[in-house]
């Protein structure tokens, strides 16, 4: 069994694992054909213009809630799209949202190109890089979110029906560091609690709402590196995971919405996006005691 059989065998594991397991740098410039049809871990962009946010009152507030289930994909192709260079995964692989309080307003433009390889539309591989292609909700508008950093999170407007999409990685495939990824994110102002869940995400094994200890947790993620992992590391984190080592960290957002992390507290890597982090030994000074005692079922093997 090679590495990409073990990744596919394990089960719940994201796109980006499967094929850094199978070269030790990504050298596919396809997205779709990365991530194929299998889900990523996570279910998480500077505006073409500089402006201002229109005002809003100190009354008002804004709630997200899904709204539906996820909507179906013909393709079967993980829903991405590109804005500004980077790349965006959409919230929940494309489940709709409603907005309590504030409707998205500020448009950020449209998705023109159709990145699907079955369709061919477009380009087909020409528009792999292209700002405004998408894999979902082709001809769908994008909009800042109210009160959100826009660079992190938008909104897209398709049919009628709004959906969220979350940045994951920068579409060329460079490096982001923590820093990048936390500072884009506003994750130390927008979470209000963390939660441990199992793997697959179903079971709440631990909750801390302490907001001075959530930030302290944040402020701590900030230390981590990129991880350059070796085929021999990816199988560690697949063996890792088909053993129950491995959880979510989830942050509940004050708008009403969730994003995950997974971490492996005995390897010390933890995800951000797409992208895999080493977390050094004076975070689990710190923190480690917070996964001590947990439990979870061994991931089954296909």
Not at 84 to 109: H, I
Not at 174 to 183: I, P, R
């Amino acid at each position: 069994m090679n590495n990409k059989d073990l990744f596919k065998a394990i089960g719940d594991v994201d796109g980006n694992l499967v094929e850094e397991a199978n070269t030790a740098r990504r050298t596919n410039k396809k997205p779709y054909v990365r991530w194929g049809t299998i889900a990523a871990c996570l279910a998480l962009v500077v505006g073409l213009a500089i402006y201002k946010s229109p005002p809003t009152p100190e009354s008002a507030s804004l709630e997200i809630s899904k709204q539906t289930q996820v909507s179906s994909s013909p393709t079967g192709i993980r829903k991405i799209l590109n804005y500004n260079g980077y790349r965006y995964a959409f919230v929940e692989d494309g489940a709709q949202f409603k907005f309590t309080g504030l409707e998205p307003v500020q448009s950020l433009g449209t998705l023109e190109y159709d990145i699907n390889p079955e369709t061919g539309k477009n380009g087909g591989d020409n528009n792999v890089e292209k700002d405004y292609s998408s894999t979902f909700a082709v001809g769908g508008k994008l909009y800042e979110i109210p009160t959100y950093p826009f660079h992190f999170r938008i909104a897209v407007k398709y049919e009628q029906n709004y959906y969220l999409a979350e940045l994951v990685a920068k579409v060329n495939d460079s490096e982001m560091t923590a820093k990048e990824y936390l500072d884009m994110s506003n994750l130390k102002e927008r979470a209000k609690e963390i939660h441990i869940l199992n793997h697959v995400g179903n079971d709440v094994l631990k909750k801390m709402t302490d907001h001075a200890f959530v930030e302290s947790i944040i402020e701590g993620l900030y230390s981590a590196t990129n991880a350059d992992l070796t085929n021999k590391e990816y199988e560690a984190i697949g063996q890792a995971q088909s053993e129950g080592k491995s959880y979510q960290l989830q942050f509940n957002i004050k708008d009403g919405t969730q994003m995950a992390m997974y971490i492996i507290p005995e390897l010390k890597v933890v995800s951000m996006g797409d992208a895999y982090y080493q977390l050094p030994d004076a975070f689990f000074d710190q923190f480690g005691d917070i996964f001590v005692g947990l439990r979870q079922e061994a991931l089954p093997l296909y």
